[in-house]
């Protein structure tokens, strides 16, 4: 799927082939797993990449974001279920996800009720192994029950590579990702800017970090930097630099199809710019780096354990003060980002964002930061009717600068 | 100072109204049929030639409703929301919440005393919340469009149906007539019903008086005395709430006439 608008970065080039899932990535894939390279998928943020990289697998992310799939998948579930897990059930039944399919195992941490049932399903198919995340971060024993939840993962990887983590495999995975993470940031700070990229292009390269080779992934996000930096000192924008800047939170937005609110957002008129958002299919993939103090196992252990349950902003998440954490992450990028307006988005039967809205609308009120709940659905059969929310919500935003 | 013109080109009529400094010099509406660009092309002549003016004396033309990209002659387009907003404090200066009903769609806007929209809300993914419900009720009553309100006035009570779902509610509407009840207490019921999906889409934005009623349903007393009791204010309606619409766009083209020169 090729995008084409004025003033694209080529180094987009490279980002557009590895987001087609029937290409030279698969193929590659083929070709390593022949080698003996095992493939271990995970449906959510919360399996432990360093791990998987440590033992010498391929960590791919395989939630679907196929539209038509989401329809295969009420063959055998009611329509209420969330569409992407619908949509992933879908993909499996017609065998649509190259990665899918060359899974060796995927692990399926239990963040949602549609991911708990997900992994059921799954099971029928691929070894599926659980990970129940706890539901109160800061309880004293849920980081201790966590890190027992990854030993256990730990040990399944080890089991199925055959490859022992060591020491010195793990240090080099957590180091391969640190750089990743610097990587990201580095694109990140471009956006705080003038919009030098749209945030399409930037959801593209986020994305794609989750089945592309990750150290080609950085070596390629930081040419795209060199190339936008560049760009910064000649001026040359994406869009106009008094474009509204937009903020996108809730639901992951999975490639290919679940794209098409950026895309209404960067092709309404009046047009808004996706300047950062808050989703684990987004800015969350990378973001936090894995903080280790010395290369001991014990310490690398912990760190990646930590990384993994106590920097997520997931609405799955609670405490007696409401899911801290992801208002604090979204207060923060709003100042940071410059952020005019923010977009919640959620899909249909996605309960927990559903329902942290009401919590996140009144702060962002206080604030005085317009927000708007868009809901929708796999489809694209309302596009016209979300074009028209969109616009108003962005004319609203132009109209609070501009009276 | 600057002529405008609005047009509404909703998904039944389009409406056409030209300003002069903030004044209606005329309004126009026309049925859509098949062919909806000649049908706005008309309404805008006709308003034209109501105005005593030619298209050269337009300085300014925007367009709203749900076929605003269709209107091959309007300068600029606006969200039927913006112009909600832009209308409702036109008619009423101490206008806060501004709901729309049309034929197809329900929407209410939260603005501020220049008519700038602050939030919004629609009820875009079911009609039970709008015109061509009463409509098909009508239908299944027997009774003519226009009667429905006046006839619902009469009822003492109202018998309840579902009205989440236009399907529905008409197979409810089906049963409270095998059932033999009063066709004024079903109607009453089926604005109830419709004012109870309205009034819950405005709820989501809060009760801000002083609030305004658009739209051709608006001009529904059977509605509007459902919608007063469900909200529990005083509702306040202009006096051609059909042509709120393109009124809120003639201003906002106005104001981009101005801003041209």
């Not at chain 1, 794209?259 to 996706?274: R, T």
């Not at chain 1, 936090?288 to 799955?316: I, K, Q």
């Not at chain 2, 399907?167 to 109830?192: G, M, N």
């Amino acid at each position: 799927m090729k995008k084409t608008w004025p003033n694209r970065p080529e180094a987009m080039e490279y980002f557009d082939e590895i987001s087609n899932f029937f290409g030279q990535r698969e193929k590659e894939i083929r070709e390593q797993k022949e080698a003996g390279k095992k493939l271990i998928g995970y449906t959510c943020m919360f399996a432990p990449i360093e791990f998987i990289l440590a033992a010498g697998a391929i960590p791919v992310r395989v939630g679907s974001g196929w539209y038509d799939a989401a329809k295969l998948g009420d063959r055998i579930m009611p329509v209420e279920v969330c569409p992407v897990i619908r949509s992933t059930v879908g993909a499996k039944m017609v065998n649509l996800s190259p990665y899918l399919e060359l899974s060796d195992a995927i692990i399926t941490p239990l963040t949602c009720d549609g991911r708990t049932k997900l992994s059921e399903i799954l099971s029928d198919f691929k070894p599926v192994w659980c990970m129940t995340p706890p539901r109160v971060k800061d309880d004293p024993q849920s980081l201790s029950l966590w890190k027992e939840e990854m030993q256990v993962i730990r040990g399944k990887i080890e089991e199925l590579t055959g490859t022992k983590i060591t020491k010195s495999n793990l240090r080099s995975a957590i180091e391969k990702m640190q750089k990743a993470t610097k990587a990201f940031r580095r694109l990140q700070d471009l956006r705080k800017g003038p919009p030098v990229i749209t945030g399409r292009d930037a959801m593209l390269v986020s994305q794609t970090s989750l089945w592309d080779d990750i150290e080609r992934w950085t070596q390629k996000t930081n040419e795209l930097c060199d190339e936008l930096e560049k760009r910064v000192e000649q001026k040359m924008w994406a869009f106009p630099p008094d474009t509204s800047r937009v903020m996108i939170t809730g639901t992951p937005m999975l490639w290919p199809d679940s794209w098409k609110v950026p895309n209404l957002i960067e092709e309404s008129n009046p047009a808004g710019v996706l300047v950062v958002d808050e989703q684990c299919s987004g800015d969350r993939i990378l973001y936090d780096p894995v903080g280790v103090d010395e290369w001991t196992m014990s310490d690398m252990f912990d760190a990646v354990s930590e990384r993994y349950l106590m920097a997520s902003t997931c609405p799955c998440f609670t405490s007696e003060h409401g899911n801290e954490d992801r208002v604090n992450w979204i207060m923060d990028r709003i100042k940071e980002y410059k952020v005019d307006g923010v977009i919640y988005y959620v899909v249909r039967g996605c309960i927990l964002y559903a329902m942290e809205y009401a919590r996140i609308k009144r702060i962002l009120d206080r604030m005085g930061l317009p927000v708007y709940y868009l809901d929708t659905e796999y489809t694209r059969e309302d596009v016209g009717q979300m074009k028209t929310r969109v616009e108003a919500f962005l004319e609203m935003l132009e109209a609070r600068i501009d009276i | 100072m600057a002529i405008s013109a609005g047009v509404d080109m909703g998904t039944q009529r389009v409406k056409v109204v030209i300003m002069e400094d903030k004044q209606i010099l005329s309004q126009t509406q026309n049925f859509l049929g098949f062919e909806p660009t000649k049908a706005a092309e008309q309404a805008f002549e006709e308003a034209l030639q109501k105005a005593k003016l030619s298209r050269e004396d337009i300085q300014h033309v925007t367009a709203t409703g749900s076929g605003a990209g269709m209107v091959s002659f309007a300068d600029s387009t606006v969200s039927m929301m913006g112009a909600d907003a832009r209308a409702g404090a036109y008619f009423f200066s101490s206008a806060r919440t501004v709901i729309d009903v049309g034929a197809e769609e329900a929407r209410a806007v939260r603005c501020d005393e220049k008519g700038v929209m602050l939030d919004f809300v629609v009820n875009a993914r079911c009609a039970a919340g709008a015109g061509t419900f009463i409509e098909a009720m009508a239908r299944a009553l027997e009774v003519e469009l226009e009667d429905m309100g006046s006839l619902s006035l009469k009822a003492e009570r109202a018998s309840p149906i579902n009205a989440s779902c236009v399907i529905f509610a008409e197979s409810d509407v089906v049963s409270l007539i095998h059932r033999e009840e009063p066709k004024t207490e079903i109607a009453r019921a089926i604005f109830d019903a419709m004012a109870e999906r309205v009034s819950s889409m405005v709820l989501r934005l809060g009760i801000n008086p002083d609030i305004v009623l658009v739209g051709g349903v608006a001009k529904d007393v059977g509605f509007v005395a459902s919608l007063k009791r469900r909200l529990g204010t005083e509702i306040l309606i202009p006096e051609e709430p059909l042509f709120a619409g393109a009124v809120g766009a003639a201003l906002i083209a106005a104001r981009r006439a101005g801003r041209r020169q």
